[in-house]
């Protein structure tokens, strides 16, 4: 019998949208092979084209839209960061549409399935681990009204008490995994709408490691899997060719575990002389000399480093076992090779001492000033199931002043109560034991988001601050930490800080003000630049004395300022230093970042 599968994806992320929904592609596929009729809802993209579905009552709504369709099961994903919103939805849609079966998938209820169902009777039943056999097996029983014991990987109710059924053993090989129904969407429109140009492929999952803040290694038990060299290529080959894709994330937790598979992904690549741009997830200790250059060589552009610690002694608690040096080795090959890193660090170990946090804050810094497109500091999240979770599970506490910012966007007043009800499900929302810390939980958020924002906002200045100047990280963030508290959510989230000048002043001395001010003013630039969507810089001409080009009334100012003037089409970045002392710098968007102050001293990649 054909039932109609509605597969919803609900608001995500309020920061970056980065695509399409790739695991309800995926199961679509599936369903549809087994002769299904599907729908896909994803507010999450719709969000970007509409703001009516970031407004109060979004459950409410999706709800209503999602039952215009009359479907005969609603299969929801959800990450521990909107799960809150997914429950709200379920229970929209049952209190509209009692006999429509509600069934939730992702790798969060896979660790709380039981406790969900437990709680929330508006979820009929839970998908756990992969759904690409689960979920056609459990319409198919559904539908048929079978017994649904026979299905393993499944979570459901049977009058009135949980049951899990057997453990779906994970798919011994990947290619058994259905294409992507990319018909399903607007690839072209998700392509355009996405901060990211790197549309996502599914390459497999699995990492070795046993990271004690990771919860892959629960889900995926620690194996190392993938599709084949040839399909991952086809794929890209497809979209490509369809529809004029050139750039792709390889969706792996650690690709390069097993170095001669991603040279087969780059040797299929080159054979197939298909002209694509690529990026994948790796560690500075998985990958080498002679993986970058076959990658590089095949179109590899971008890396992905979770380095998340800069203290050896945090490194080895965690149980990552970096061994930091090797940090600066590996970003100079992948920058000399043409590829641009990212590096990813955390922020909060219950165990961190404030020299521990200082020197993630400096790494952070120095990696995206020597060379990382971007470098990113995060809050340590307690996810459910995670040995972090666990050895904090009677300690944890809810405090809004603490919550991670980015998940707390398109929350109602009766979400934070759901959430405060159960700290097992929702343990991402709630604060770890600081109690003998010597920071607090809203000074560890308070870091990131200041850092976050330096980071995209005043990368070089605050670099030159920490690592060069003396400056402690911990004490620059105080000096701030008033004016940081007024911004709004919304606020943080957008980089709202304004640093000037005046700011930065109290921290130099004659010898190195000057240097310091035209490195905050080379950051306002990059900034202005990337907001008039020209990607990149590049310094062009000499640097020089106020010239006539500029306006006289600039020239009459006291006060040290930025200006931003347009000449024969090119940007023009003005720079008053003082009423005596005035620098004109030249730049235009070319494909490099290049200006000759700042190659005095640091290397700025092209």
Not at 276 to 302: H, K, M, N, P
Not at 457 to 484: H, M
Not at 517 to 546: K, N, P, Q
């Amino acid at each position: 019998m054909m039932a109609k599968v509605c597969l919803v994806r609900p608001l995500l992320s309020p920061t970056e949208f980065n695509g399409y929904p790739l695991n309800l592609l995926i199961l679509a596929s599936s369903l549809r092979n087994d002769g299904h009729s599907i729908e896909i809802c994803d507010y999450d993209y719709l969000k970007e084209h509409d703001e009516i579905w970031i407004r109060g009552g979004f459950a409410q709504r999706a709800a209503a839209d999602v039952l215009v369709r009359t479907p005969d099961f609603v299969a929801i994903t959800a990450m521990c960061s909107n799960y809150v919103l997914a429950l709200d939805l379920a229970e929209q849609i049952k209190a509209l549409s009692p006999k429509t079966h509600i069934t939730f998938g992702g790798p969060h209820v896979s660790l709380c399935a039981p406790e969900t169902l437990n709680r929330y009777t508006s979820v009929d039943t839970a998908v756990i681990g992969e759904g690409e056999v689960t979920l056609p097996a459990l319409v198919k029983c559904v539908e048929n009204g079978d017994d649904l014991s026979v299905v393993p990987g499944l979570a459901f109710r049977r009058n009135g008490e949980t049951v899990v059924t057997a453990k779906r053993p994970l798919l011994p090989d990947l290619n058994l995994s259905p294409r992507p129904a990319y018909d399903l969407v607007d690839i072209l429109s998700y392509a355009r709408t996405a901060k990211s140009n790197y549309l996502e492929i599914y390459a497999g999952s699995g990492c070795p490691f046993r990271c004690t803040f990771c919860s892959t290694s629960i889900v995926w038990e620690r194996k190392y899997r993938t599709m084949s060299a040839d399909r991952i290529v086809s794929e890209m080959q497809e979209l490509n060719s369809k529809y004029g894709v050139s750039a792709f994330n390889l969706i792996h937790d650690n690709l390069t575990s097993d170095k001669k598979f991603i040279g087969e992904i780059a040797s299929t690549i080159k054979a197939r002389q298909l002209h694509v741009r690529w990026g994948f997830s790796s560690r500075i200790d998985t990958i080498d000399l002679e993986t970058i250059q076959l990658v590089a060589e095949a179109g590899c552009d971008y890396i992905f480093f979770g380095v998340e610690s800069g203290s050896e002694r945090i490194q080895a608690t965690m149980k990552k076992r970096l061994k930091l040096k090797a940090i600066w080795e590996t970003l100079e090959l992948c920058v000399s090779h043409g590829i641009a890193p990212t590096t990813s660090f955390i922020l909060g170990f219950p165990d961190e001492e404030l020299e521990d946090v200082a020197n993630t804050i400096r790494l952070a810094f120095s990696c995206k000033v020597r060379g990382a497109r971007r470098s990113f500091i995060n809050l340590l999240s307690s996810y459910t199931g995670t040995p972090v979770m666990q050895q904090n599970i009677e300690k944890l506490r809810f405090d809004m002043d603490s919550v991670n910012s980015t998940m707390v966007s398109f929350l109602e007043e009766k979400h934070f109560d759901v959430i405060k009800s159960d700290p097992f499900i929702f343990a991402n929302y709630y604060s770890l034991d600081y109690t003998y810390s010597a920071l607090t939980a809203k000074d560890y958020l308070g870091l990131v988001d200041f850092y976050t924002i330096c980071l995209f906002r005043y990368t070089f200045v605050i670099s030159f601050l920490i690592n060069e100047a003396g400056v402690n990280p911990i004490l620059l963030f105080r000096d701030f930490e008033d004016r940081l508290t007024r911004l709004s959510v919304s606020q943080r989230n957008n980089l709202d800080l304004e640093i000037s000048h005046s700011d930065i002043c109290p921290y130099l001395t004659n010898d190195n003000k000057l240097f310091a001010y035209s490195l905050l003013s080379f950051d306002h630039a990059l900034r202005i630049v990337s907001l008039s969507e020209m990607h990149r810089v590049l310094y062009s001409g000499t640097v020089c004395l106020l010239s006539e080009r500029a306006d006289s009334r600039l020239a009459e100012s006291e006060t040290v300022r930025d200006y931003l003037l347009y000449a024969n089409g090119d940007i023009v970045n003005w720079i008053e230093l003082s009423r005596e002392h005035s620098l004109l710098y030249e730049v235009q968007g070319l494909p490099a970042i290049r200006a000759e102050l700042l190659m005095q001293r640091y290397k700025v990649s092209a």
